[in-house]
């Protein structure tokens, strides 16, 4: 019997949804076989019952396409459009609000809440010149999370890769300052002791480990035969 379905060509074609789908599935599921399927099932839109009866071949060849569109590097897209409204960046980092900071500690690093952490990286833009814009005042993630799990692939990954670098680099940066800053590192270490293990170092550690538990994602479940 034949069949017509429709693979996607890159990560612009595959949602956040579709992922957080799939990758629910991987971390519960070690079975190869089953995962082929569901990807097909998750990423072309199938039903299992159509992709058991495809051919050993095909389903190895399409899986292995998408396998390699998770495994190439991605960069950050400040813009990006869905449907009609054009949605992006946070433009200035050094201005993030409390209320973004911490609404982004809470997500980044949940699978379950990446379209969460997208709906405060991510707004609609509201004014625009050039190369330069303002997007809309940050009112809480849950104005566009569910909007956000529609947005596709290869802007997420962007984001996770830029905020990945951005924490080696900060990493790196503020221990090297603590270093050579004796005194300071004292004053962070005594204010980190009696805030019971919080504070700005302790902070710093835990966004890589969280970015760095979040980008293994990037692969998982998708090294199939």
């Known amino acids: 019997m034949k069949i017509k379905i ?71 897209q400040t813009i990006f459009k869905l449907a009609d409204t054009n949605f992006g960046f946070i433009p200035n980092l050094d201005e993030i609000s409390l209320g973004e900071f911490t609404d982004l500690d809470n997500y980044f690093g949940k699978m379950d809440k990446l379209h969460n952490a997208m709906a405060v990286l991510y707004r609609p833009i509201i ?26 692939m290869d802007v997420v990954f962007g984001a996770m890769v830029f905020f990945y670098n951005l924490s080696n680099e900060l990493l790196i940066s503020s221990l090297n300052f603590l270093e050579t800053n004796p ?4 004053l962070i270490d005594k204010h980190n002791s009696e805030l019971s293990g919080d504070g700005l170092a302790l902070t710093i550690l835990s966004v890589k480990v969280m970015l760095e538990d979040l980008m293994k994602y990037q692969n998982f479940g998708l090294s199939l035969p």
């Open 6 to 76: 429709s693979i996607p060509t890159s990560l612009n074609e595959i949602t956040l949804e579709q992922y957080q789908r799939f990758i629910s599935i991987a971390e519960k599921n070690e079975d190869n076989n089953f995962l082929q399927l569901k990807m097909l099932e998750i990423f072309c839109n199938v039903s299992l019952e159509i992709a058991s009866n495809m051919s050993l071949k095909d389903v190895t060849e399409i899986t292995a396409n998408i396998n390699e569109m998770f495994a190439k590097e991605y960069k950050l």
């Open 127 to 152: 004014d625009k010149f050039r190369d330069k814009y303002s997007i809309q005042d940050y009112n809480g993630s849950i104005t566009y999370c569910d909007v956000m799990k529609s947005m596709p």
């Open 183 to 186: 005194e300071v590192k004292a």
